[in-house]
């Protein structure tokens, strides 16, 4: 099947565009000009230019494909490149487009902790409008709403390790309980395809996690433990962060934290414990074995 794919120049599209490689599905991915090519080197994979604010770019993109899956989305805000603007608007726009050009099946990834109209999450709040067009639309649809992702260069684990590597005392962001339930970004990649070729996922959507639960304090734990380091922990309450996260944000390129993100540390991130098992049948990967990766 020809699929295209939105957001393969991101974290999770390098893997998925493999995966669908590995299949044997023919590949077409939306860049933007900008767009990194790195993930996609060496990878005879269709390009189609186009972003998903332009309406008028992604007809063209979708016109002879068998189905969409739509990752791209933004976790941070920058000038016109807003949640609504891209993750809400954006999605009906794809959603349109691909009715237009005939495309009957569409898989959107979502996120865990999305779960209805909620204003004060403003993220999740556009991934769920995002959701409801996806619903709305009459295609055969699939959402999944996995928790927070990890692999080699997930941005998570890895803005932990780079502060456990660089401080003497670790800062512990608000109580450290909340829970999160980590997965692997390629695992996600596999139920991505699977969803997408299998009829039984259609009109589902499935919250997805790894096989374990751990609270925030104890994945800097296990990073510390992994880095063969030892440090101090210092808890800060959420609203010391608020404005030192709100400095961050406007001047550095890439904040380790956003707002949003701080904001969503206030809530447990997590799914049923065999879900991926019951739904897909193979159990994902516990973080502990593949954090390797942050030995670098
Ligand atoms: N990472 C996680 O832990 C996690 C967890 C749960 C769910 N998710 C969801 O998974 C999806 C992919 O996440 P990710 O971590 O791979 O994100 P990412 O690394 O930030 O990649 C985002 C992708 O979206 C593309 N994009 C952004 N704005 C666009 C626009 N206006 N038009 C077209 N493409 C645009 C980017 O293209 P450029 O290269 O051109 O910037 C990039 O390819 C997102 O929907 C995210 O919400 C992620």
Known sequence: MLVLVTGSTGFVGGYLVRELFSRGHQVRCLVRPTSP?????????????GDVTLPATLTEACIGAGAVIHLAAIIR?????????V??????NLVAAARGAGVRRFVYMSNLGVTGPDPGYSFLHSKWLGEESVRESGLDHTILRPSVLFGAEDRFVNMLADIIRRAPVVPVIGSGNTR???????????????????????????????????????IIDLIIHTL????????????????????MERLLTQPPLTSQQLKMLDRDNIAKLDAVEEWFGFRPTPLGQEIGYIRR
């Open 37 to 49: 090519p790195e993930n996609l080197k060496g990878l005879s994979v269709e390009l189609a230019p």
């Open 87 to 92: 993750n809400t608007e954006g999605t009906r």
């Open 77 to 85: 805000e920058k000038g016109r490149a807003t949640f609504p603007r």
């Open 228 to 247: 063969g380091k030892r440090r101090l922990k210092l808890h800060i309450l959420v609203p010391l962060m608020q404005p030192v996260v709100w400095l």
């Open 180 to 218: 999160f339930q980590l997965i692997s970004a390629a695992e996600v990649a596999r139920c991505l395809a699977t969803a997408l070729e299998e009829g039984r996922f259609i009109g589902q959507t499935v919250e997805l996690g790894g096989p374990e639960q751990r609270s925030y304090e104890e």
